[in-house]
C-alpha cells in the first residue's frame, strides 16, 4: 500500500523501509515517509497529490479490512493505472475498469467499494502525472 501511494505522492527512485518503534496509522506512515523524501531529495512534494495520495491509503486501507492487505492493493493500484494510462474519464467506464480489475483478481467488492475507488480514481486522473508503479 505504501509503494502505491508514493507514488501518488510523485515519490521517485527511492527504496522505503517502513518502520517505527510505536504502532502508526498508514497514513502516518506515510506523511512521514513523504516528509523523510522531501528533506532528503530536498523536493517540495505537490500538495494535491499528497493528499490524493493519503486518501488513496484510506481508501485501499478500507477496502483491505475486506479482503486482505494484498488484494486491495492489486484492486486500488490496477485500476488507478488502467484509468491513467488509457486516459479514462467517464465515471461509468472507471466503474467498469474497477469491476473488471476485481474480478481478474478474485476478489469481491462491495458497490460502496467500488464508489470510493472510482470517486478516487478520477480525482488522480485529474492529477496525471502520478509516476506509474
Given amino acids: 500500500m505504501i509503494a502505491t501511494t508514493l507514488s501518488t505522492s510523485g515519490v521517485k527512485n527511492c527504496e522505503v523501509v517502513a518502520a517505527c518503534p510505536m504502532e502508526v496509522s498508514g ?3 506515510l506523511t512521514g515517509i513523504q516528509m523523510a523524501y ?3 531529495s530536498g523536493k517540495k512534494l505537490d500538495e ?3 493528499k490524493l495520495a493519503n486518501e488513496e491509503m484510506v481508501v485501499t486501507g478500507n477496502l483491505a479490512d475486506q479482503v486482505g492487505k494484498n488484494e486491495a ?3 486500488v493500484n490496477q ?3 488502467d484509468v491513467i494510462q488509457n486516459n479514462v474519464q467517464n465515471a ?5 475498469i474497477v469491476i473488471n ?3 481478474q483478481n478474485n476478489v469481491s467488492v462491495s458497490q460502496e467499494e467500488i464508489d470510493k475507488i472510482v470517486s478516487l ?3 488522480l486522473q485529474s492529477r496525471a502525472t502520478i509516476t506509474m508503479m
Fill in 121 to 123: 480514481s478520477r480525482r
Fill in 27 to 29: 497514513t502516518g506512515a
Fill in 38 to 40: 522531501e528533506q532528503a
Fill in 73 to 75: 492493493t492489486t484492486v
Fill in 92 to 96: 461509468d467506464e472507471i466503474q467498469n
Fill in 48 to 50: 494535491t497529490k499528497t
Fill in 79 to 81: 485500476s488507478k493505472m
Fill in 101 to 103: 480489475v476485481a474480478e
